[in-house]
């Protein structure tokens, strides 16, 4: 099979009608580049060390690689099907081109919150903490917000919030069916999803003065969460790893909501006529 190459918005429809686990994504620029942005869940193997690093890709599942243009991940997509990769897409255009949701910083962002030796239930108590942790925050945006709008969307964010609570609640209960909120709580404090502390996240929100703002702030929230399982997945025992994955599955279901709320909002500041 050659080399599939594809624009930003089919990389993206690829990416979100498939499993987390159904594929490789792969991030073939140099470490700097990666901690400034990268796709969520994409491992970091720079072009310089991808042949040596073969045999950490999976030959039975696509792997998509990409770059900053595109040119280091069409050589990236020619070594993998000169080794016999099967199925390879080429992001064209690269990260510069991507139109999605991005995470930041260094491969190890985050992972200090959870660590790598623990049960399901302590990864379960972790998550519903930051999730308790972000919906404070946002509640303290919409009360804090000096207009309406923002604030509003700010509100529903936090109210967003309680609903991943529960899905994680849920989670613990098919572990101890007698867990109560109460008894879950108890995680990492002042740290929000994605592991950001609250001086990082209202840095991301610093610019929010609109509804659009304040949902592309949730969005990078998400992204960074959705980053964060996904690597946390690769470290965690196997038993553990089922329960960070599914809850890695559950962030880029928030993704897709705040992406629907977002397009929403800029239709209808488009539509907006100026006073």
Request: net charge negative.
């Amino acid at each position: 099979m050659p080399v599939t190459d594809m624009s930003a918005d089919e990389a993206k429809a690829f990416l979100e009608g498939r499993p987390l686990d159904s594929y490789a994504l792969v991030d073939v620029r140099q470490e700097p580049e990666y901690a400034e942005f990268h796709l969520p869940g994409a491992r970091l193997v720079p072009l310089p060390e991808l042949a040596e690093r073969l045999g950490e890709l999976p030959r039975d599942k696509p792997v998509m690689v990409y770059c900053r243009s595109g040119r280091r991940s069409a050589a990236a997509a020619a070594l993998l099907d000169g080794q016999g990769f099967a199925d390879i897409r080429n992001l064209l255009g690269g990260a510069s081109g991507w139109q999605g949701a991005v995470a930041e910083g260094p491969r190890s962002q985050g992972l200090d919150v959870f660590g790598s030796d623990k049960t399901p239930l302590d990864y379960l108590r972790h998550a519903y903490t930051l999730e308790v942790n972000l919906g404070v925050f946002y509640a303290g945006l919409a009360a804090t917000a000096n207009k309406p709008e923002p604030a509003a969307t700010f509100a529903r964010l936090s109210r967003l919030e309680e609903a991943h609570k529960a899905m994680v609640l849920n989670l613990a209960r098919s572990l101890d069916p007698a867990l109560s909120h109460e008894a879950l709580a108890g995680g990492p404090a002042e740290v929000l999803e994605g592991g950001l502390d609250a001086e990082e996240a209202r840095a991301a929100v610093s610019m929010a003065g609109d509804a659009v703002g304040a949902l592309e702030a949730g969005l990078a929230f998400e992204a960074q969460a959705l980053d964060l399982y996904l690597r946390l997945a690769g470290r965690a025992a196997p038993e553990s790893a089922a329960v960070v994955r599914r809850l890695a599955e559950e962030e880029k279901g928030h993704l897709k909501t705040l992406g629907a709320l977002l397009e929403r909002a800029t239709r209808a500041g488009e539509g907006r006529e100026d006073p």
